[in-house]
């Protein structure tokens, strides 16, 4: 049983679908995890010090805060699209995407659409129904469980309060990660904050 188990589970067309086919072109795969502790490329470490910027508009800044443990793999992640981090054997992926003119900022969705960009690179995932969630700093966003034939996890949403882009994260283990790994992602996807930019 995966350690995400023991945690409680619980439209219209999205105009976020333009970005599904780029978004999955870069994606690394969530759900080849069991070994990739081992075959992952060299990782440098998150600091844990300080809010770490996930992206940002010309409106709002996104950051969040990593504890002590987790490292980022470079050669994975593309700069202002795609996060890849990694503590034990959970991989947390953190995605960037911004709309094309006129999309809805349904946190829904986005929803949806980081499902079917999850789903293009590993058919087996399966999204459960995702349930409201307030961030420690404020910010609105979405939650849910996420199931594939391997790995669990759990994967969020949050719209920027400008609407002007989005932050999306997944974070998967496979049954031999430990429980304080687990609960780091979740920390992580929490502690995501918007702050208006200067000027």
Same mark, same amino acid.
């Given at each position: 049983m995966s350690p995400y188990a023991a945690y409680p589970r619980g439209a219209r067309d999205p105009g976020w679908a333009p970005l599904g086919a780029a978004a999955a072109a870069i994606a690394l795969p969530l759900l080849a995890w069991p070994l990739a502790g081992t075959l992952l490329p060299d990782s440098s470490s998150v600091? &844990?010090?300080? #809010?770490?910027?996930?992206? *940002?508009? =010309?409106?709002?800044?996104?950051?969040?805060?990593?504890?002590?443990?987790? &490292?980022?793999? #470079?050669?994975?992640?593309? *700069?202002? =699209?795609?996060?890849?981090y990694r503590r034990g054997r959970v991989l947390l992926q953190i995605r960037i995407v911004r709309p094309p003119p006129d999309a809805p900022e349904d946190a829904r969705d986005l929803w949806k659409g980081l499902e079917r960009i999850t789903r293009?690179?590993?058919?087996?995932a399966r999204f459960g129904e995702p349930s409201e969630m307030t961030?420690?700093?404020?910010?609105?966003?979405?939650?849910?469980p996420v199931e594939g034939d391997t790995v669990s996890g759990k994967a969020a949403v949050f719209p920027s309060?400008?609407?002007?882009?989005?932050?999306?994260?997944t974070a998967t283990a496979d049954p031999y990660a430990?429980?304080?790994?687990?609960?780091?992602?979740?920390?992580?996807?929490?502690?995501?904050?918007?702050s208006e930019e200067d000027g």
């Amino acid at each position: 049983m995966s350690p995400y188990a023991a945690y409680p589970r619980g439209a219209r067309d999205p105009g976020w679908a333009p970005l599904g086919a780029a978004a999955a072109a870069i994606a690394l795969p969530l759900l080849a995890w069991p070994l990739a502790g081992t075959l992952l490329p060299d990782s440098s470490s998150v600091p &844990s010090d300080r #809010p770490v910027v996930l992206g *940002e508009s =010309e409106d709002y800044e996104a950051t969040a805060r990593f504890e002590r443990g987790w &490292s980022q793999l #470079p050669a994975e992640s593309t *700069e202002g =699209e795609l996060l890849v981090y990694r503590r034990g054997r959970v991989l947390l992926q953190i995605r960037i995407v911004r709309p094309p003119p006129d999309a809805p900022e349904d946190a829904r969705d986005l929803w949806k659409g980081l499902e079917r960009i999850t789903r293009a690179t590993e058919p087996s995932a399966r999204f459960g129904e995702p349930s409201e969630m307030t961030a420690d700093e404020g910010a609105q966003g979405l939650k849910g469980p996420v199931e594939g034939d391997t790995v669990s996890g759990k994967a969020a949403v949050f719209p920027s309060p400008g609407g002007g882009f989005a932050v999306e994260f997944t974070a998967t283990a496979d049954p031999y990660a430990a429980v304080h790994d687990v609960q780091a992602a979740d920390h992580v996807m929490g502690s995501v904050a918007f702050s208006e930019e200067d000027g």
